[in-house]
């Protein structure tokens, strides 16, 4: 259903919604991130994106698995830990990032469901945020089956139209998060529906940047895996976790034992945000690194998220949010990255 | 299928023996469930080894799946946590959660000739598929098995070598000579070519170290062998075990998950990365 | 004033004579604003360089990477490689001089002097020009910072826009080269560590909860600690595997290595990583801010580097950085060094 609510009634939506946990985009010292919401009246949706992505409500970044301990004369026993599942709602999620979930869920599921993700994920209602204007320079969802109305992903989608917010219901979830506060909403008119039209249109043609021609990579990147490009593109990089972490489709972890007490043993296994550009991330015990060095890793990331992932998910395991390229501390760009590739040896 | 993989089960282990000791000390370990569960699996498939408190190592189960009893598995001792596999002791608790990836396909090879060629530890992986076409014998045809080690004292499952003999043609090397060897002394790779298996109606199993696999695998191209009759596994890193972490990730593949379990003409077509 | 032919010119000179491997510099970027590190062996690629007042990136950094490629190539190639440094960066290089891990034959440094002036604060700059696209940033003759966007040039006086630590420099142009182009300014700051008196003026309970807050934000990334020129440690303390692992390592060895922390990205082990950082490079870190510039979540990690500068001169009176040939402070010791913790 279409709807459209006063932006001075928004808060009053949240406030209605109390019985689910929200999340919202919080501003702390000029820098957005996703918080869980305590005061109701403070939701603001006026900023471009945040620095995480919401994947870390849905995967954090710690997550403990189950805890052991050998207290007592039974022996060793070990507890599942599972996430509680209070039905939750995050607003203010940008399409690319709602995008990227889909993604995600890919990975998560299939066989050996991944049921911390999906407690969490079964759970969680998704109010997107349309891109009016490009949140960051350097978007580019258009070129990865994106756009900044995308509704993929989410249960309702908010268009800011000046005083008011546009809402269109997706899901069976999303009309019941509107239904719930009925009183505040009301039909849109006919000029609603055409400014809402309007900003559809200019939205587009904003986003300045893109990958011409990307359905040429994925074939191009399977011959490519001893490209000399790798080298040259990887000798600035630093070698932090930026770029994969704050990329909303990344998932890579690690599984840890976090000792509590040795004797008797009591702890718990933990998941972690893991990275494909550390160098320890793929090394052997034995000292073997199947990827050693700066350009092997370079080679997996745009390989993984432009061939393999295409070619096992049909789909690229981007959602063009520009993040890794407004954050990478020494200017790496994977859409430069990627117009190399098309055009190499050409 | 399982609520949550991630949890392992527990079991005890029943018996432990030194295969190899020294530098680089090799054990096995037999280990049974403190529940009766049926923990089927399938030959090739590995399971997640838990040390609480040290963490999990993937070891390729190297029993056959015909026995029911227990769950056998040589490890090597390398780092962390197969440091402290090492010294647990019989009647020690750990926690096992799987099985996890691909299988042999024993379908494929009804009535053909089976040749095991392995090195080190890669007798371990073999051991299953060896054991569990011996149990079948008649639907296979000649087995064999070409294995090798460094020296005499880091060959695996010595006694049972013995025994294996008397049912099949074994043929030993080590890499360098010592007294009293008799057989051959050379790399794997170069046994393989002095024994020269004929690749007519044949399937060849090699596990080992991964110079040794590329080594044998030319050498039995050369002899004739197509790549898809070459079968092999590959050895990676793996946290998770069922294809999510990203760890072991080959091309679109996840060792954990779509291998270890490998033919030469699928190995030869993913990227070079292991 | 620089003049950036004259750079083109030396870079270029360099490279015509098959002196250098390459040369490190800075050159425009595909995004935005900042320059990206350029790594240039032609002579003619020298056109991609700039120079100006975004140049902040301490390009030192790459001669570790540079080292480990040596080390890994069986016939590597031996020549020096050509690197564009400022007064801060060329500290950097003095320190991994001292430390011996690079040999003064290893690089040929074009040093660059910042003439009383320096680099810009990106969120400085942001919170001045908001959405505006900022064109072009240049000094003028007075050390005024001239900033061009669609709407024109606006002229302001270059501590308004200046990095904290260019307002705190010590070396205003290289304290080492081989050719130095632009003045030999001085630039004394009044109060070299004037930066640290608003947190210096809390009090204990109010410095912890600041802390707690901001470590609370890091979600490990290490940026930090893989931008700095000084971290380049094989087996950081902070890792759980040790990278300098041979064939020959026992397993016991790699088992007992100790884990001081927890990859969990909790306040606890937070704290423990950024304060043994900041320690381990107590007297070696020349304030380059690179650290505090890279952080994603904009933690002021710089704070807690400056505060360990400001002991190491009040108890020891050593500045990082200044000569090659002077011992580090954590490998020697004076007769005059306090002694107040022997009892």
């Known amino acids: 259903m279409e709807k459209v609510l006063a932006k001075k009634s928004f808060p009053q939506w949240v406030k209605i919604l109390s019985s689910y946990k929200i999340f919202a985009p919080v501003e702390k010292e000029n820098l957005w991130n996703y918080e869980l919401i305590e005061n109701p009246e403070k939701v603001n949706l006026d900023y471009l994106n945040t620095v995480l992505s919401p994947k870390k409500i849905i995967f954090p970044q710690r997550e403990i698995y189950l805890e052991f301990s050998a207290e007592n004369e039974d022996g060793l026993k070990v507890e599942e830990v599972l996430p509680d599942e209070k039905p939750s709602v995050i607003f203010g999620v940008r399409p690319c990032d709602a995008k990227s979930l889909t993604l995600t869920d890919k990975v998560f599921g299939g066989d050996f469901e991944d049921i911390y993700y999906w407690s969490r994920r079964k759970q969680m209602a998704l109010v997107g945020l349309s891109c009016s204007t490009p949140p960051s320079p350097n978007c580019f969802c258009l070129t990865v089956d994106g756009s900044p109305f995308s509704k993929d992903g989410l249960d309702v989608i908010m268009t800011d139209l000046g005083d008011k917010y546009f809402i269109e219901t997706l899901t069976k979830k999303g009309e019941q998060l509107v239904s719930t506060a009925k009183a505040l909403f009301k039909t849109p008119t006919e000029k609603d529906k055409k400014d809402l039209l309007k900003i559809q249109q200019e939205a587009k043609k904003l986003i300045k940047r893109q990958v011409e021609s990307i359905k040429k990579i994925p074939p191009k990147l399977k011959e490519m895996f001893d490209a000399s490009l790798w080298d040259e593109e990887s000798m600035s990089c630093i070698r932090c976790g930026i770029c994969t972490y704050l990329c909303p489709t990344c998932h890579c972890f690690d599984i840890n034992d976090e000792v509590d007490s040795h004797s008797p043993l009591k702890g718990k296994r933990i998941r972690t945000w893991d990275n494909c550009q550390f160098p320890d991330f793929t090394m052997h015990s034995s000292g073997h690194n199947p990827r050693p060095d700066k350009a092997s890793r370079l080679r997996q990331r745009i390989m993984h998220k432009f061939q393999y992932f295409v070619e096992r998910y049909k789909n690229y395991q981007c959602t063009g949010c520009g993040r890794c390229i407004s954050q990478c501390p020494v200017g790496i760009d994977i859409i430069e990255v990627l117009d190399k590739v098309r055009d190499y040896g050409a | ?274 | ?343």
């Open chain 2, 1 to 274: 299928m399982e609520r949550n993989t991630y949890i392992p089960k527990l079991a005890k282990i029943t018996h432990v023996k030194e295969e190899v000791s020294g530098a680089r000390p090799i054990k096995t370990f037999r280990i049974e469930f403190q529940e009766k569960n049926g923990f089927s699996f399938k030959c090739g498939q590995c399971a997640m080894l838990s040390v609480f408190g040290k963490g999990e190592s993937m070891i390729s189960i190297s029993s056959s799946p015909l026995i029911n009893d227990y769950l056998q598995f040589s490890i090597l001792k390398m780092g962390r946590v197969t440091s402290s596999l090492h010294d647990l002791q019989v009647g020690d608790t750990i926690g096992i959660r799987g099985p996890y990836g691909n299988s042999f396909p024993f379908e494929k090879w009804k009535g053909k000739n089976l040749i095991f060629i392995g090195g080190g530890i890669g007798l371990a992986p073999i051991w299953s598929v060896l054991h569990t076409a011996l149990g079948k014998k008649e639907d296979y045809g000649d087995l064999m098995l070409i294995y090798g080690a460094r020296t005499s004292k880091d060959l695996v499952f010595k006694e049972e070598l013995e025994e294996l003999r008397k049912k099949i043609k074994v043929h030993l090397s080590v890499d360098v000579e010592e007294p009293d060897w008799k057989e051959f002394v050379g790399f794997v790779p170069l046994n393989v070519l002095e024994i020269k298996p004929s690749p007519k109606n044949a399937i060849a199993v090699t596990c080992g170290p991964p110079i040794m696999i590329k080594f044998v695998i030319q050498n039995l191209e050369a002899l004739g062998f197509k790549d898809d009759q070459i079968y092999t596994t590959v050895e990676n890193k793996m946290k998770c075990g069922i294809g999510k972490c990203g760890r072991c990730n080959i091309g679109m593949h996840y060792v954990c998950k779509d291998g270890p379990v490998y033919s030469w003409a699928e190995l030869k077509n993913l990227p070079q990365e292991y």
């Open chain 3, 1 to 343: 004033m620089v003049n950036l032919e004259d750079l083109k010119k030396e870079a270029s000179a360099v490279l015509k004579d098959e002196k250098v491997k390459y040369v490190i510099g800075y050159q425009k970027s595909s995004n935005g604003l900042m320059p990206a590190p350029v790594f240039i062996n032609k002579p003619e690629d020298v056109e991609k360089l700039i120079w100006n007042p975004t140049c902040i990136h301490n390009l030192t950094r790459f001669l570790t990477d540079e080292r480990q490629r040596k080390i890994k190539e069986k016939h590597p190639d031996e020549r020096p490689v050509g690197l564009i440094v400022k007064g801060c960066d060329s500290r950097a290089l003095v320190v991994l001089l001292q430390e011996k891990l690079i040999s003064r034959e290893d690089v040929y440094i074009i040093g660059v002097s910042c003439e009383n002036a320096g680099v810009v604060d990106e969120k400085k700059l942001a919170k001045k020009f908001k959405d505006k696209k900022i064109e072009r940033i240049e000094f003028d003759e007075k050390d005024n910072i001239v900033v061009t966007t669609k709407d024109g040039k606006t002229k302001m006086a270059a501590s308004e826009i200046l990095a904290e630590r260019c307002l705190e420099c010590k070396a205003n142009f290289p304290v080492i080269y081989d050719v130095l182009l632009g003045e030999k300014t001085k630039r004394q700051p009044e109060n070299p560590f004037q930066s640290l008196e608003k947190i210096e003026s809390l009090s204990e309970k109010e410095r912890w909860d600041f802390w707690k807050e901001q470590l609370s934000k890091c979600i490990r990334c290490y940026a930090c600690r893989s931008v700095c020129p000084m971290c380049y440690c094989d087996e950081c303390v902070v890792d759980t595997i040790n990278f300098a692992v041979t064939a020959d390592t026992t397993a016991e060895e790699k088992a007992q290595k100790i884990k001081w922390l927890e990859k969990s990205p909790v306040l606890s082990e937070n704290f423990v990583y950024h304060f043994i950082r900041a320690i381990h490079l107590a007297g070696r870190c020349i304030d380059c801010a690179e650290c505090e510039r890279v952080c994603p979540l904009d933690i002021p990690i710089r704070f807690l580097n400056k505060k360990l500068e400001k002991a190491a001169k009040e108890l020891f009176d050593y500045d990082a950085g200044f000569d090659p040939d002077h011992p580090s402070l954590v490998a020697s010791f004076r007769d005059e060094d306090p002694e107040d913790f022997i009892r």
